[in-house]
């Protein structure tokens, strides 16, 4: 008869190694303590990027979300922390369901948010598939969010540190967190 094993720290009943975690890693200092702190811990951790936009054109620019010198960040920690990382190309993808949107929004007059299109339509959504691709038992980010269970399901609430960006991610809860 199996030994009842306790909650790990993420709330599964499985032993840390045997806890898989992606790790959503835009290479900005959030995300990348995350996987450090997971992978310290002892969980399997595997990082995702997604490159958004032409990589060669965004090499010189820092702070650039998901290409250039962010996605070489990533890949540097990833490294440094002897954990798989992976980049994956989602140009057509970001342009298709945000870009073009955010263009014909703007020159109508609007003043359109992207990220929150972006998180809604293209990162978390995906990621979150990747995930499961990888038999992941869950996703963890930079944002301070939490999942909570409640009468309608689970919902994302903003961490004990809410900012601007956690703040973007209301968009989840119609949609992957579950």
Do not use: W
Not at 54 to 64: E, S
């Amino acid at each position: 008869m199996p030994k009842d094993i306790p909650m790990n720290s993420l709330g599964f009943a499985k032993q840390v190694k045997d806890t898989r975690v992606v790790v959503a890693m835009s290479g900005g200092v959030d995300s990348s303590v995350v996987a450090a702190q997971l992978a310290e811990e002892g969980y399997d951790v595997v990082g995702i990027t997604l490159q958004l936009y032409d990589h060669g054109a965004a090499l010189a620019k820092k702070g650039a979300c998901c290409a250039g010198r962010d996605i070489h960040d990533a890949r540097r920690i990833a490294e440094d922390l002897n954990f798989p990382h992976y980049v994956l190309d989602y140009e057509d993808t970001f342009r298709e369901s945000v870009i073009d949107e955010f263009a014909n929004s703007y020159l109508a007059g609007a003043t359109p948010v992207p990220c929150i299109r972006c998180n809604e339509r293209v990162k978390f959504k995906d990621l979150m598939q990747t995930a499961k691709d990888l038999d992941a038992d869950c996703m963890a980010t930079g944002h301070y969010i939490q999942r909570k269970d409640g009468p309608t399901g689970p919902r994302v609430t903003y961490g004990s540190r809410p900012s601007a960006r956690s703040k973007l991610l209301s968009v989840l809860n119609n949609g992957p967190t579950a």
